[in-house]
């Protein structure tokens, strides 16, 4: 599997009682009773706990220090996900915490080069301003008697820390791009670990939006976004900045690391005229490249190179086809995944950390139905022995198969997709839930996911398509989605209904469409557009207006605003502007008959309360019941744990009264208190001004 880059791994997805929340949803349709609902499971595996599903993971995220000393992991402390540490030999339960954050779950961490720190960023609320922060594993416990202290090494105040580089010859610095002075872009910093002392060694002035470092750790190439959208990739040395490389608007290209002879860089592209994004080498002084690999097979786009954590040679390629796929150039990296393949036939194994010496490994061996279970692995023995389970709890034999599918579109386009069917059912005139993905600038892959699994434990078939527009494929296919919101896009959705009806697996009266941020769209899409498609509908962190979502996209994605507007269409113009306007939900609300209900986050940088404020008020000013949960504490997409399960406890609830699957009636006293803490009341909401929990 490859390793995002630590930028990637950094940068960084309800009840004021039972009966209030019946009285805020429209009458129930075709008799599909709660009670009917509850008693239907006949043939299904026991009913799974939110708690197993969405509750904080036992233990998760481990990560190895670079000297094989160590072994970080998160874990709840206090009842909050945090950072803890052991000695690598040790139990788990020798382990001390080393973050006692209470707010909010910390997600990533990763160690410093000379394995003296842990570092990981963190928010507020969601708000995406996040800042970096390091802790010594070996230090005592500060003044409260529980934790390290954990200092904020960046310290930015209402901006956003982008984590460029961890150099491996420099182990006592990091490169950071802080939007402190212009929230559009970051002016690139070196920052001392041990201190929080930064130097400036870039000020942003040319709308880069990426520093690439050489294998000593000297800035060496540059990318920046043109007013037109395209990108140049820049050689960085004293003479100034030069371009090498460039992609257009509709394409991607980035340079990923350094060749070791320093002369060259690894590419990630889609330029020119091959279809697929693939591999290859720039020549950093000439601009001329020479491809490295595209997918073998001729089908998807490159996913990711593998690097050695200890050489820096380049050893494998990935790519994510129905199942991923790796492609060897290392002798000793293919026989060592071999042997892990050979002992996890059908799953995948996948490398999640790395000694700096490159003998042990730290490997996650997962499936549709495993959500993993994490091995060290020693290189030189080829022993392999279990660390721990991600959601031990979680019963294995409750679970989904996930098999990959494709069917037509309305215009005889090919949509890939997965199908996730409820255990112990015979897949006939099931209640069918469509599960699009976000971005729309990504994709759905196999494995273990949460919401597909807790679905089909209620009983449903859940679809999850790859609609046009969807990354992997190649550009034609993300292309095909150019300004098709609502349109063609969201007819991928529909003929996957209409596809899995003719099949005889769903039943038409009983479709339910449930998404986050674009996926959120397209539930509102499906609910105006296709009315009487769906019998209910969840739409989480979900644009209602393109107009109003463009005019307020957050600062620092400035880089990609000519993106969005080609991809989406422009809102300069008055074609474009008409366009979007018949595309948004909210302009047609008036057609929208299916029961809803919608959630939010209070703090969405992406996606603003607005968004979910005028949908609820448009359906309430015309008499028509909608649901509304909105958490103060939360973003784009829920973290809190908590927060999940109070989400999930009333929209299964929604869900079984309109299709008609299971729902688990019983949840926390927390949970309750917090359902009730988060249920609007319509009535209350203005535009921008709903009422949100302490």
């Known amino acids: ?72 992991f998160l874990k709840p402390f206090e009842g909050t996900r945090n950072i803890w540490v052991k000695r690598a030999g040790d139990p788990f339960d020798k382990a001390r915490p080393l973050s006692a954050d209470k707010k909010r779950p910390i997600s990533r961490h990763f160690w410093s080069r000379d394995s003296k ?44 820390a982008e984590i460029y580089e961890a150099p491996k010859r420099k182990p ?81 290209c980035s340079a990923v690391k350094f060749h070791k002879d320093g002369k060259h860089a690894y590419l990630v592209t889609s330029a020119g005229a091959a279809d697929l994004q693939r591999l290859e080498l720039l020549d950093v002084n000439s601009g001329a490249t020479e491809l490295v690999e595209s997918d ?26 129905e199942r991923l796929r790796f492609y060897w150039r290392d002798q000793s990296w293919a026989a060592d995944h071999g042997v892990l393949a050979k002992k996890f036939p059908g799953r995948d194994a996948l490398v999640q950390s790395e000694t700096a010496d490159g003998r042990s490994w730290l490997v996650t061996v997962s499936a549709d139905v495993e959500p993993g279970e994490v091995y060290l692995f020693d290189r030189q023995t080829q022993a392999s022995s279990l660390q721990y389970r991600i959601r031990e709890r979680l019963p294995r034999e409750a679970l989904a198969k996930v098999v990959a599918i494709r069917y037509p579109s309305s215009d005889g386009l090919e949509i890939p997709a997965y199908l996730t069917l409820p255990v112990g059912v015979e897949p006939k005139g099931l209640p069918l839930i469509v599960l699009p993905h976000g971005g729309p600038w990504s994709r759905t892959d196999w494995g273990y996911f949460g919401q597909p699994q ?110 969005f507007q080609t991809r989406m269409g422009d809102p300069s113009t008055e074609e474009g502007k008409a366009q979007l306007a018949r595309q948004s939900p909210l302009t047609h609300a008036s057609l929208i008959t299916t029961p809803l209900m919608v959630v939010q986050g209070a703090n969405d940088p992406r996606v603003k309360q607005a968004e979910a404020d005028q949908i609820v008020v448009a359906l309430r000013d015309r008499h028509y019941p909608v649901a509304y949960l909105l958490a103060p504490d939360e973003g784009h997409g829920f973290a809190r744990p908590v927060n999940n399960m109070a989400l999930f406890a009333a929209a299964e609830r929604f869900l079984a009264r309109y299709l008609g699957g299971r729902y688990q009636e019983e949840m926390t006293p927390e949970v309750a208190q917090r359902l009730k803490e988060i249920t609007v009341d319509p009535a209350t909401v203005k535009p921008g001004k709903s009422a949100a929990a302490p």
């Open 172 to 252: 006592s610095v990091l490169f950071v791009g802080l939007n402190d002075r212009d929230a559009r872009w970051h002016d690139l910093y070196e920052v001392e670990i041990a201190t929080g002392k930064r130097t400036l060694v870039r000020k942003n002035d040319e709308r880069f939006t990426n520093y690439v470092f050489d294998l000593d750790g000297t800035l060496r190439l540059a990318e920046r976004s043109t007013e037109k959208g395209d990108t140049e990739i820049l050689r960085i040395d004293a003479t100034g900045a030069k371009k090498v490389y460039g992609c257009g608007v509709l394409e991607s």
């Open 296 to 321: 073998p097979s001729g089908r998807v786009d490159l996913l990711w190179p593998i690097f050695s954590a200890s050489t820096d040679e380049l050893v494998g390629t990935s790519y994510e086809d």
């Open 454 to 563: 807790f679905l089909a434990n209620r009983g449903y078939a859940v679809l999850q398509p790859n609609f046009r527009g969807s990354t992997g494929y190649g550009k034609k296919f993300l292309d095909a989605g150019n300004r098709q919101w609502g349109d063609k896009m969201q007819d991928d959705l529909t003929w996957g209904v209409k596809y899995l009806v003719a099949q005889g697996t769903a039943d038409a009266k009983r479709v339910g469409i449930m998404g986050v941020s674009y996926g959120g769209y397209a539930t509102l899409a499906g609910v105006t557009f296709t009315p009487g498609l769906y019998a209910g509908a969840v739409a989480i962190v979900a644009p209602s207006n393109l107009l109003t979502l463009l005019a307020t996209i957050p600062p620092y994605w400035e880089a990609v605003r000519i993106v």
């Open 117 to 160: 720190y842990v570092l990981f960023v963190q928010d507020q609320g969601g708000d995406e301003n996040f800042n970096v922060f390091a802790v010594d594993p070996a230090a005592p416990a500060a003044a409260d008697g529980k934790v390290p202290e954990a200092r904020k090494i960046t310290d930015a105040k209402g901006a956003r």
């Open 1 to 72: 599997m490859p390793k995002p880059s630590i930028r990637d791994c950094l940068s960084a997805l309800l009840l004021a009682s039972l009966a209030s929340l019946s009285c805020a949803t429209p009458a129930a349709k075709s008799g599909a009773s709660a009670q009917a609902a509850a008693s239907s499971g006949a043939g299904l595996p026991p009913l799974l706990d939110r708690e197993l599903l969405f509750g904080n993971p036992e233990i998760i995220g481990a990560q190895l220090s670079p000297d094989g000393a160590w072994m970080s």
